[in-house]
């Protein structure tokens, strides 16, 4: 997972809005949103804010794992009204996505 990705995970699993965000790390929300969208990185002065604000470790913003929670990636309140395509390579992770997004799930 890139280091942009998993800004957007961590956020919105945080309820912070990118502006508040962008605010706290003292840049403004369209150098935020590059970063989130990986057109720009991070230059490594902002890390350990960016860290700090969302309440995780250095490390977190660049650890990257199959087990990652797909719950953490998705937004459920989304699915409903969203196409959404995904590669999946490991079995363990297919299992998981079936699980999760089986239409009896999804009213």
């Known amino acids: 997972m890139i ?3 998993k800004l957007r995970i961590l956020r919105t699993k945080a309820q912070i ?3 508040e965000l962008a605010d706290f790390v003292g840049v ?3 150098t935020y949103i590059n970063w989130e969208n990986e ?12 860290a700090e604000k969302l309440g995780v470790n250095i490390q977190d913003l660049f650890e990257t794992s199959k087990d990652t ?4 990636i998705f937004n459920e309140s989304t ?3 969203s196409i959404m395509v995904m ?5 363990k992770m297919m299992n998981e996505v079936l699980r999760i ?3 009896k799930n999804i009213s």
């Open 3 to 5: 280091v942009g990705k």
């Open 17 to 19: 809005s990118q502006q």
């Open 69 to 72: 929670n797909i719950h953490q």
């Open 79 to 81: 699915i409903n009204n």
């Open 87 to 91: 590669l999946v390579s490991d079995k």
């Open 101 to 103: 997004f089986n239409p």
């Open 28 to 30: 403004d929300r369209k």
């Open 39 to 50: 057109i720009s990185d991070v230059k490594s002065e902002f890390i350990p804010l960016l």
